[in-house]
Structures are given as structure tokens and as C-alpha cells.
């Protein structure tokens, strides 16, 4: 069984930072690439950014690029997301995901198969 374990959530103000973690257990987190999705309420889970196993290749999405940063750490089994200059529009809850393929990176969020219980992120104007 994969567990996906997100920290690093809280309230933050308008222009401030956060770092995201998620910790995989076992050996199902090399080889596979990583993503995160969030989802603020009264809307559909959108797609944030997503990392190859490796850690050689990133996207993002348009709304967070330039301003978040998703890196990884292998000995560690985790995945970070760096937010910066936050934004009101950037409060929801973040989840990490494994994607099913190592190198491709996907957006949709039918393209991973393990999620975790997701962090909430508020950011205050």
C-alpha cells in the first residue's frame, strides 16, 4: 500500500512563503514522477506542478510559474513544493499524487494512481 503524507500547510499572508512536503513510504517513490494538484472550495482539483523521478525535468502550471518551485529528494522519499509570493488566489488544499510513468509529465489529474490527505493552505490579503 502507498501512503502519500503532505505537511507544511498553515496560514500565511499576502507576498509570503510556504514549503510543501510529501513523504512516500517504501520504494514506491523512486522511478515515478510526482505532481501537485490543490483545490480550493466550490471548484475542481487543479493541476500545480509535476516532477520526473529524477528530478531532470519540471512543468507547471501558468498560474504558479515563476513563484512555485517543486524540487524532490530520493534518499528521503519526499517531495518538496516551494510557494512564493503568495497570493490570496493560491488558498485551497494541496495534494501531492504519484503519477503512473516515471518521465512523462501529466496535468490531468486521472494520470496518478496515489494521493494523499492534502494540506490546507490559506493566504490572507
Known amino acids: 500500500q502507498v501512503q502519500l503524507v503532505e505537511s507544511g500547510g498553515g496560514l500565511v499572508q499576502a507576498g509570503g512563503s510556504l514549503r510543501l512536503s510529501c513523504t512516500a513510504s517504501?520504494?514506491?517513490?523512486?522511478?515515478?514522477?510526482m505532481g501537485w494538484f490543490r483545490q480550493a472550495p466550490g471548484k475542481e482539483r487543479e493541476f500545480v506542478a509535476a516532477i520526473t523521478w529524477n528530478g531532470g525535468g519540471t512543468i507547471y502550471a501558468d498560474s504558479v510559474k515563476g513563484r512555485f518551485t517543486i524540487s524532490r529528494d530520493n534518499s528521503e522519499n519526499t517531495v518538496y513544493l516551494q510557494m512564493n509570493s503568495l497570493k490570496p488566489e493560491d488558498t485551497a488544499v494541496y495534494y501531492c499524487?504519484?503519477?503512473?510513468?516515471?518521465?512523462?509529465?501529466?496535468?490531468?489529474?486521472?494520470?496518478?494512481?496515489?494521493w494523499g490527505q492534502g494540506t490546507q493552505v490559506t493566504v490572507s490579503s
Open positions: 499524487a504519484r503519477d503512473r510513468t516515471p518521465t512523462i509529465l501529466h496535468k490531468t489529474a486521472g494520470d496518478y494512481d496515489y
Open positions: 517504501g520504494r514506491t517513490f523512486i522511478g515515478y514522477a
